[in-house]
């Protein structure tokens, strides 16, 4: 519709120009001053006329970028706010992990390393795109951490309980 409505405008205005081109030779070419009068007047109205469906046009595109700009800072902060929610589970789960399964000393500067890590733009795209489990094993094995459950399940299965086989990697279960 907004299109539709454009292309009229701009229509309107085109034709708007061209009358107010032969008005104007009118005016110019009046043999009376009645005359003149009379198309200078035509003349008045339908420049008016075209003025306001330029500013109309002009409006139309202010409002469709502000429009455009609203829907991009939305974006922007849903694309924020579920970062933010996915590193914190990242965090919050690799940390896990670190008090109950790493032996090297120090855990705490290895939190401080797993941090920057996570600020990476490789690991920011990963937290928008894939599942939290499928991070935390990666941070695990790039930090030495045994890697964790994947989804509840052991790849070889911990002391005394059979191995289970892991889900697909490619596409995990919603």
Known sequence: ????????LQELTRMGLELARDLHEAA????????????????????????????LESRFEREAQRKAIEAERAASAARVTTLVHRQAEAVSAIERLVWTEYEGAEP?????????????????QALLTQPT????????EEFGIPV????????????????HELPNQTHPPP
């Open 28 to 55: 110019l070419s009046a043999a009376t001053l009645e005359d003149k009068d009379r198309a200078a007047a035509a003349f008045h109205r339908i420049s008016r006329s075209v003025r306001q469906s330029m500013a």
């Open 108 to 124: 705490e500067s290895l939190f401080t390393e797993i941090g920057e890590r996570l600020e990476h733009d490789d690991y920011q």
């Open 148 to 163: 964790p459950p994947l989804r509840g399940r052991w790849p070889e299965g911990p002391e005394g309980v059979e191995a």
């Open 133 to 140: 489990d499928l991070i935390v094993r990666r941070l695990a």
């Open 1 to 8: 519709m907004a299109d539709r409505h454009r292309e009229a």
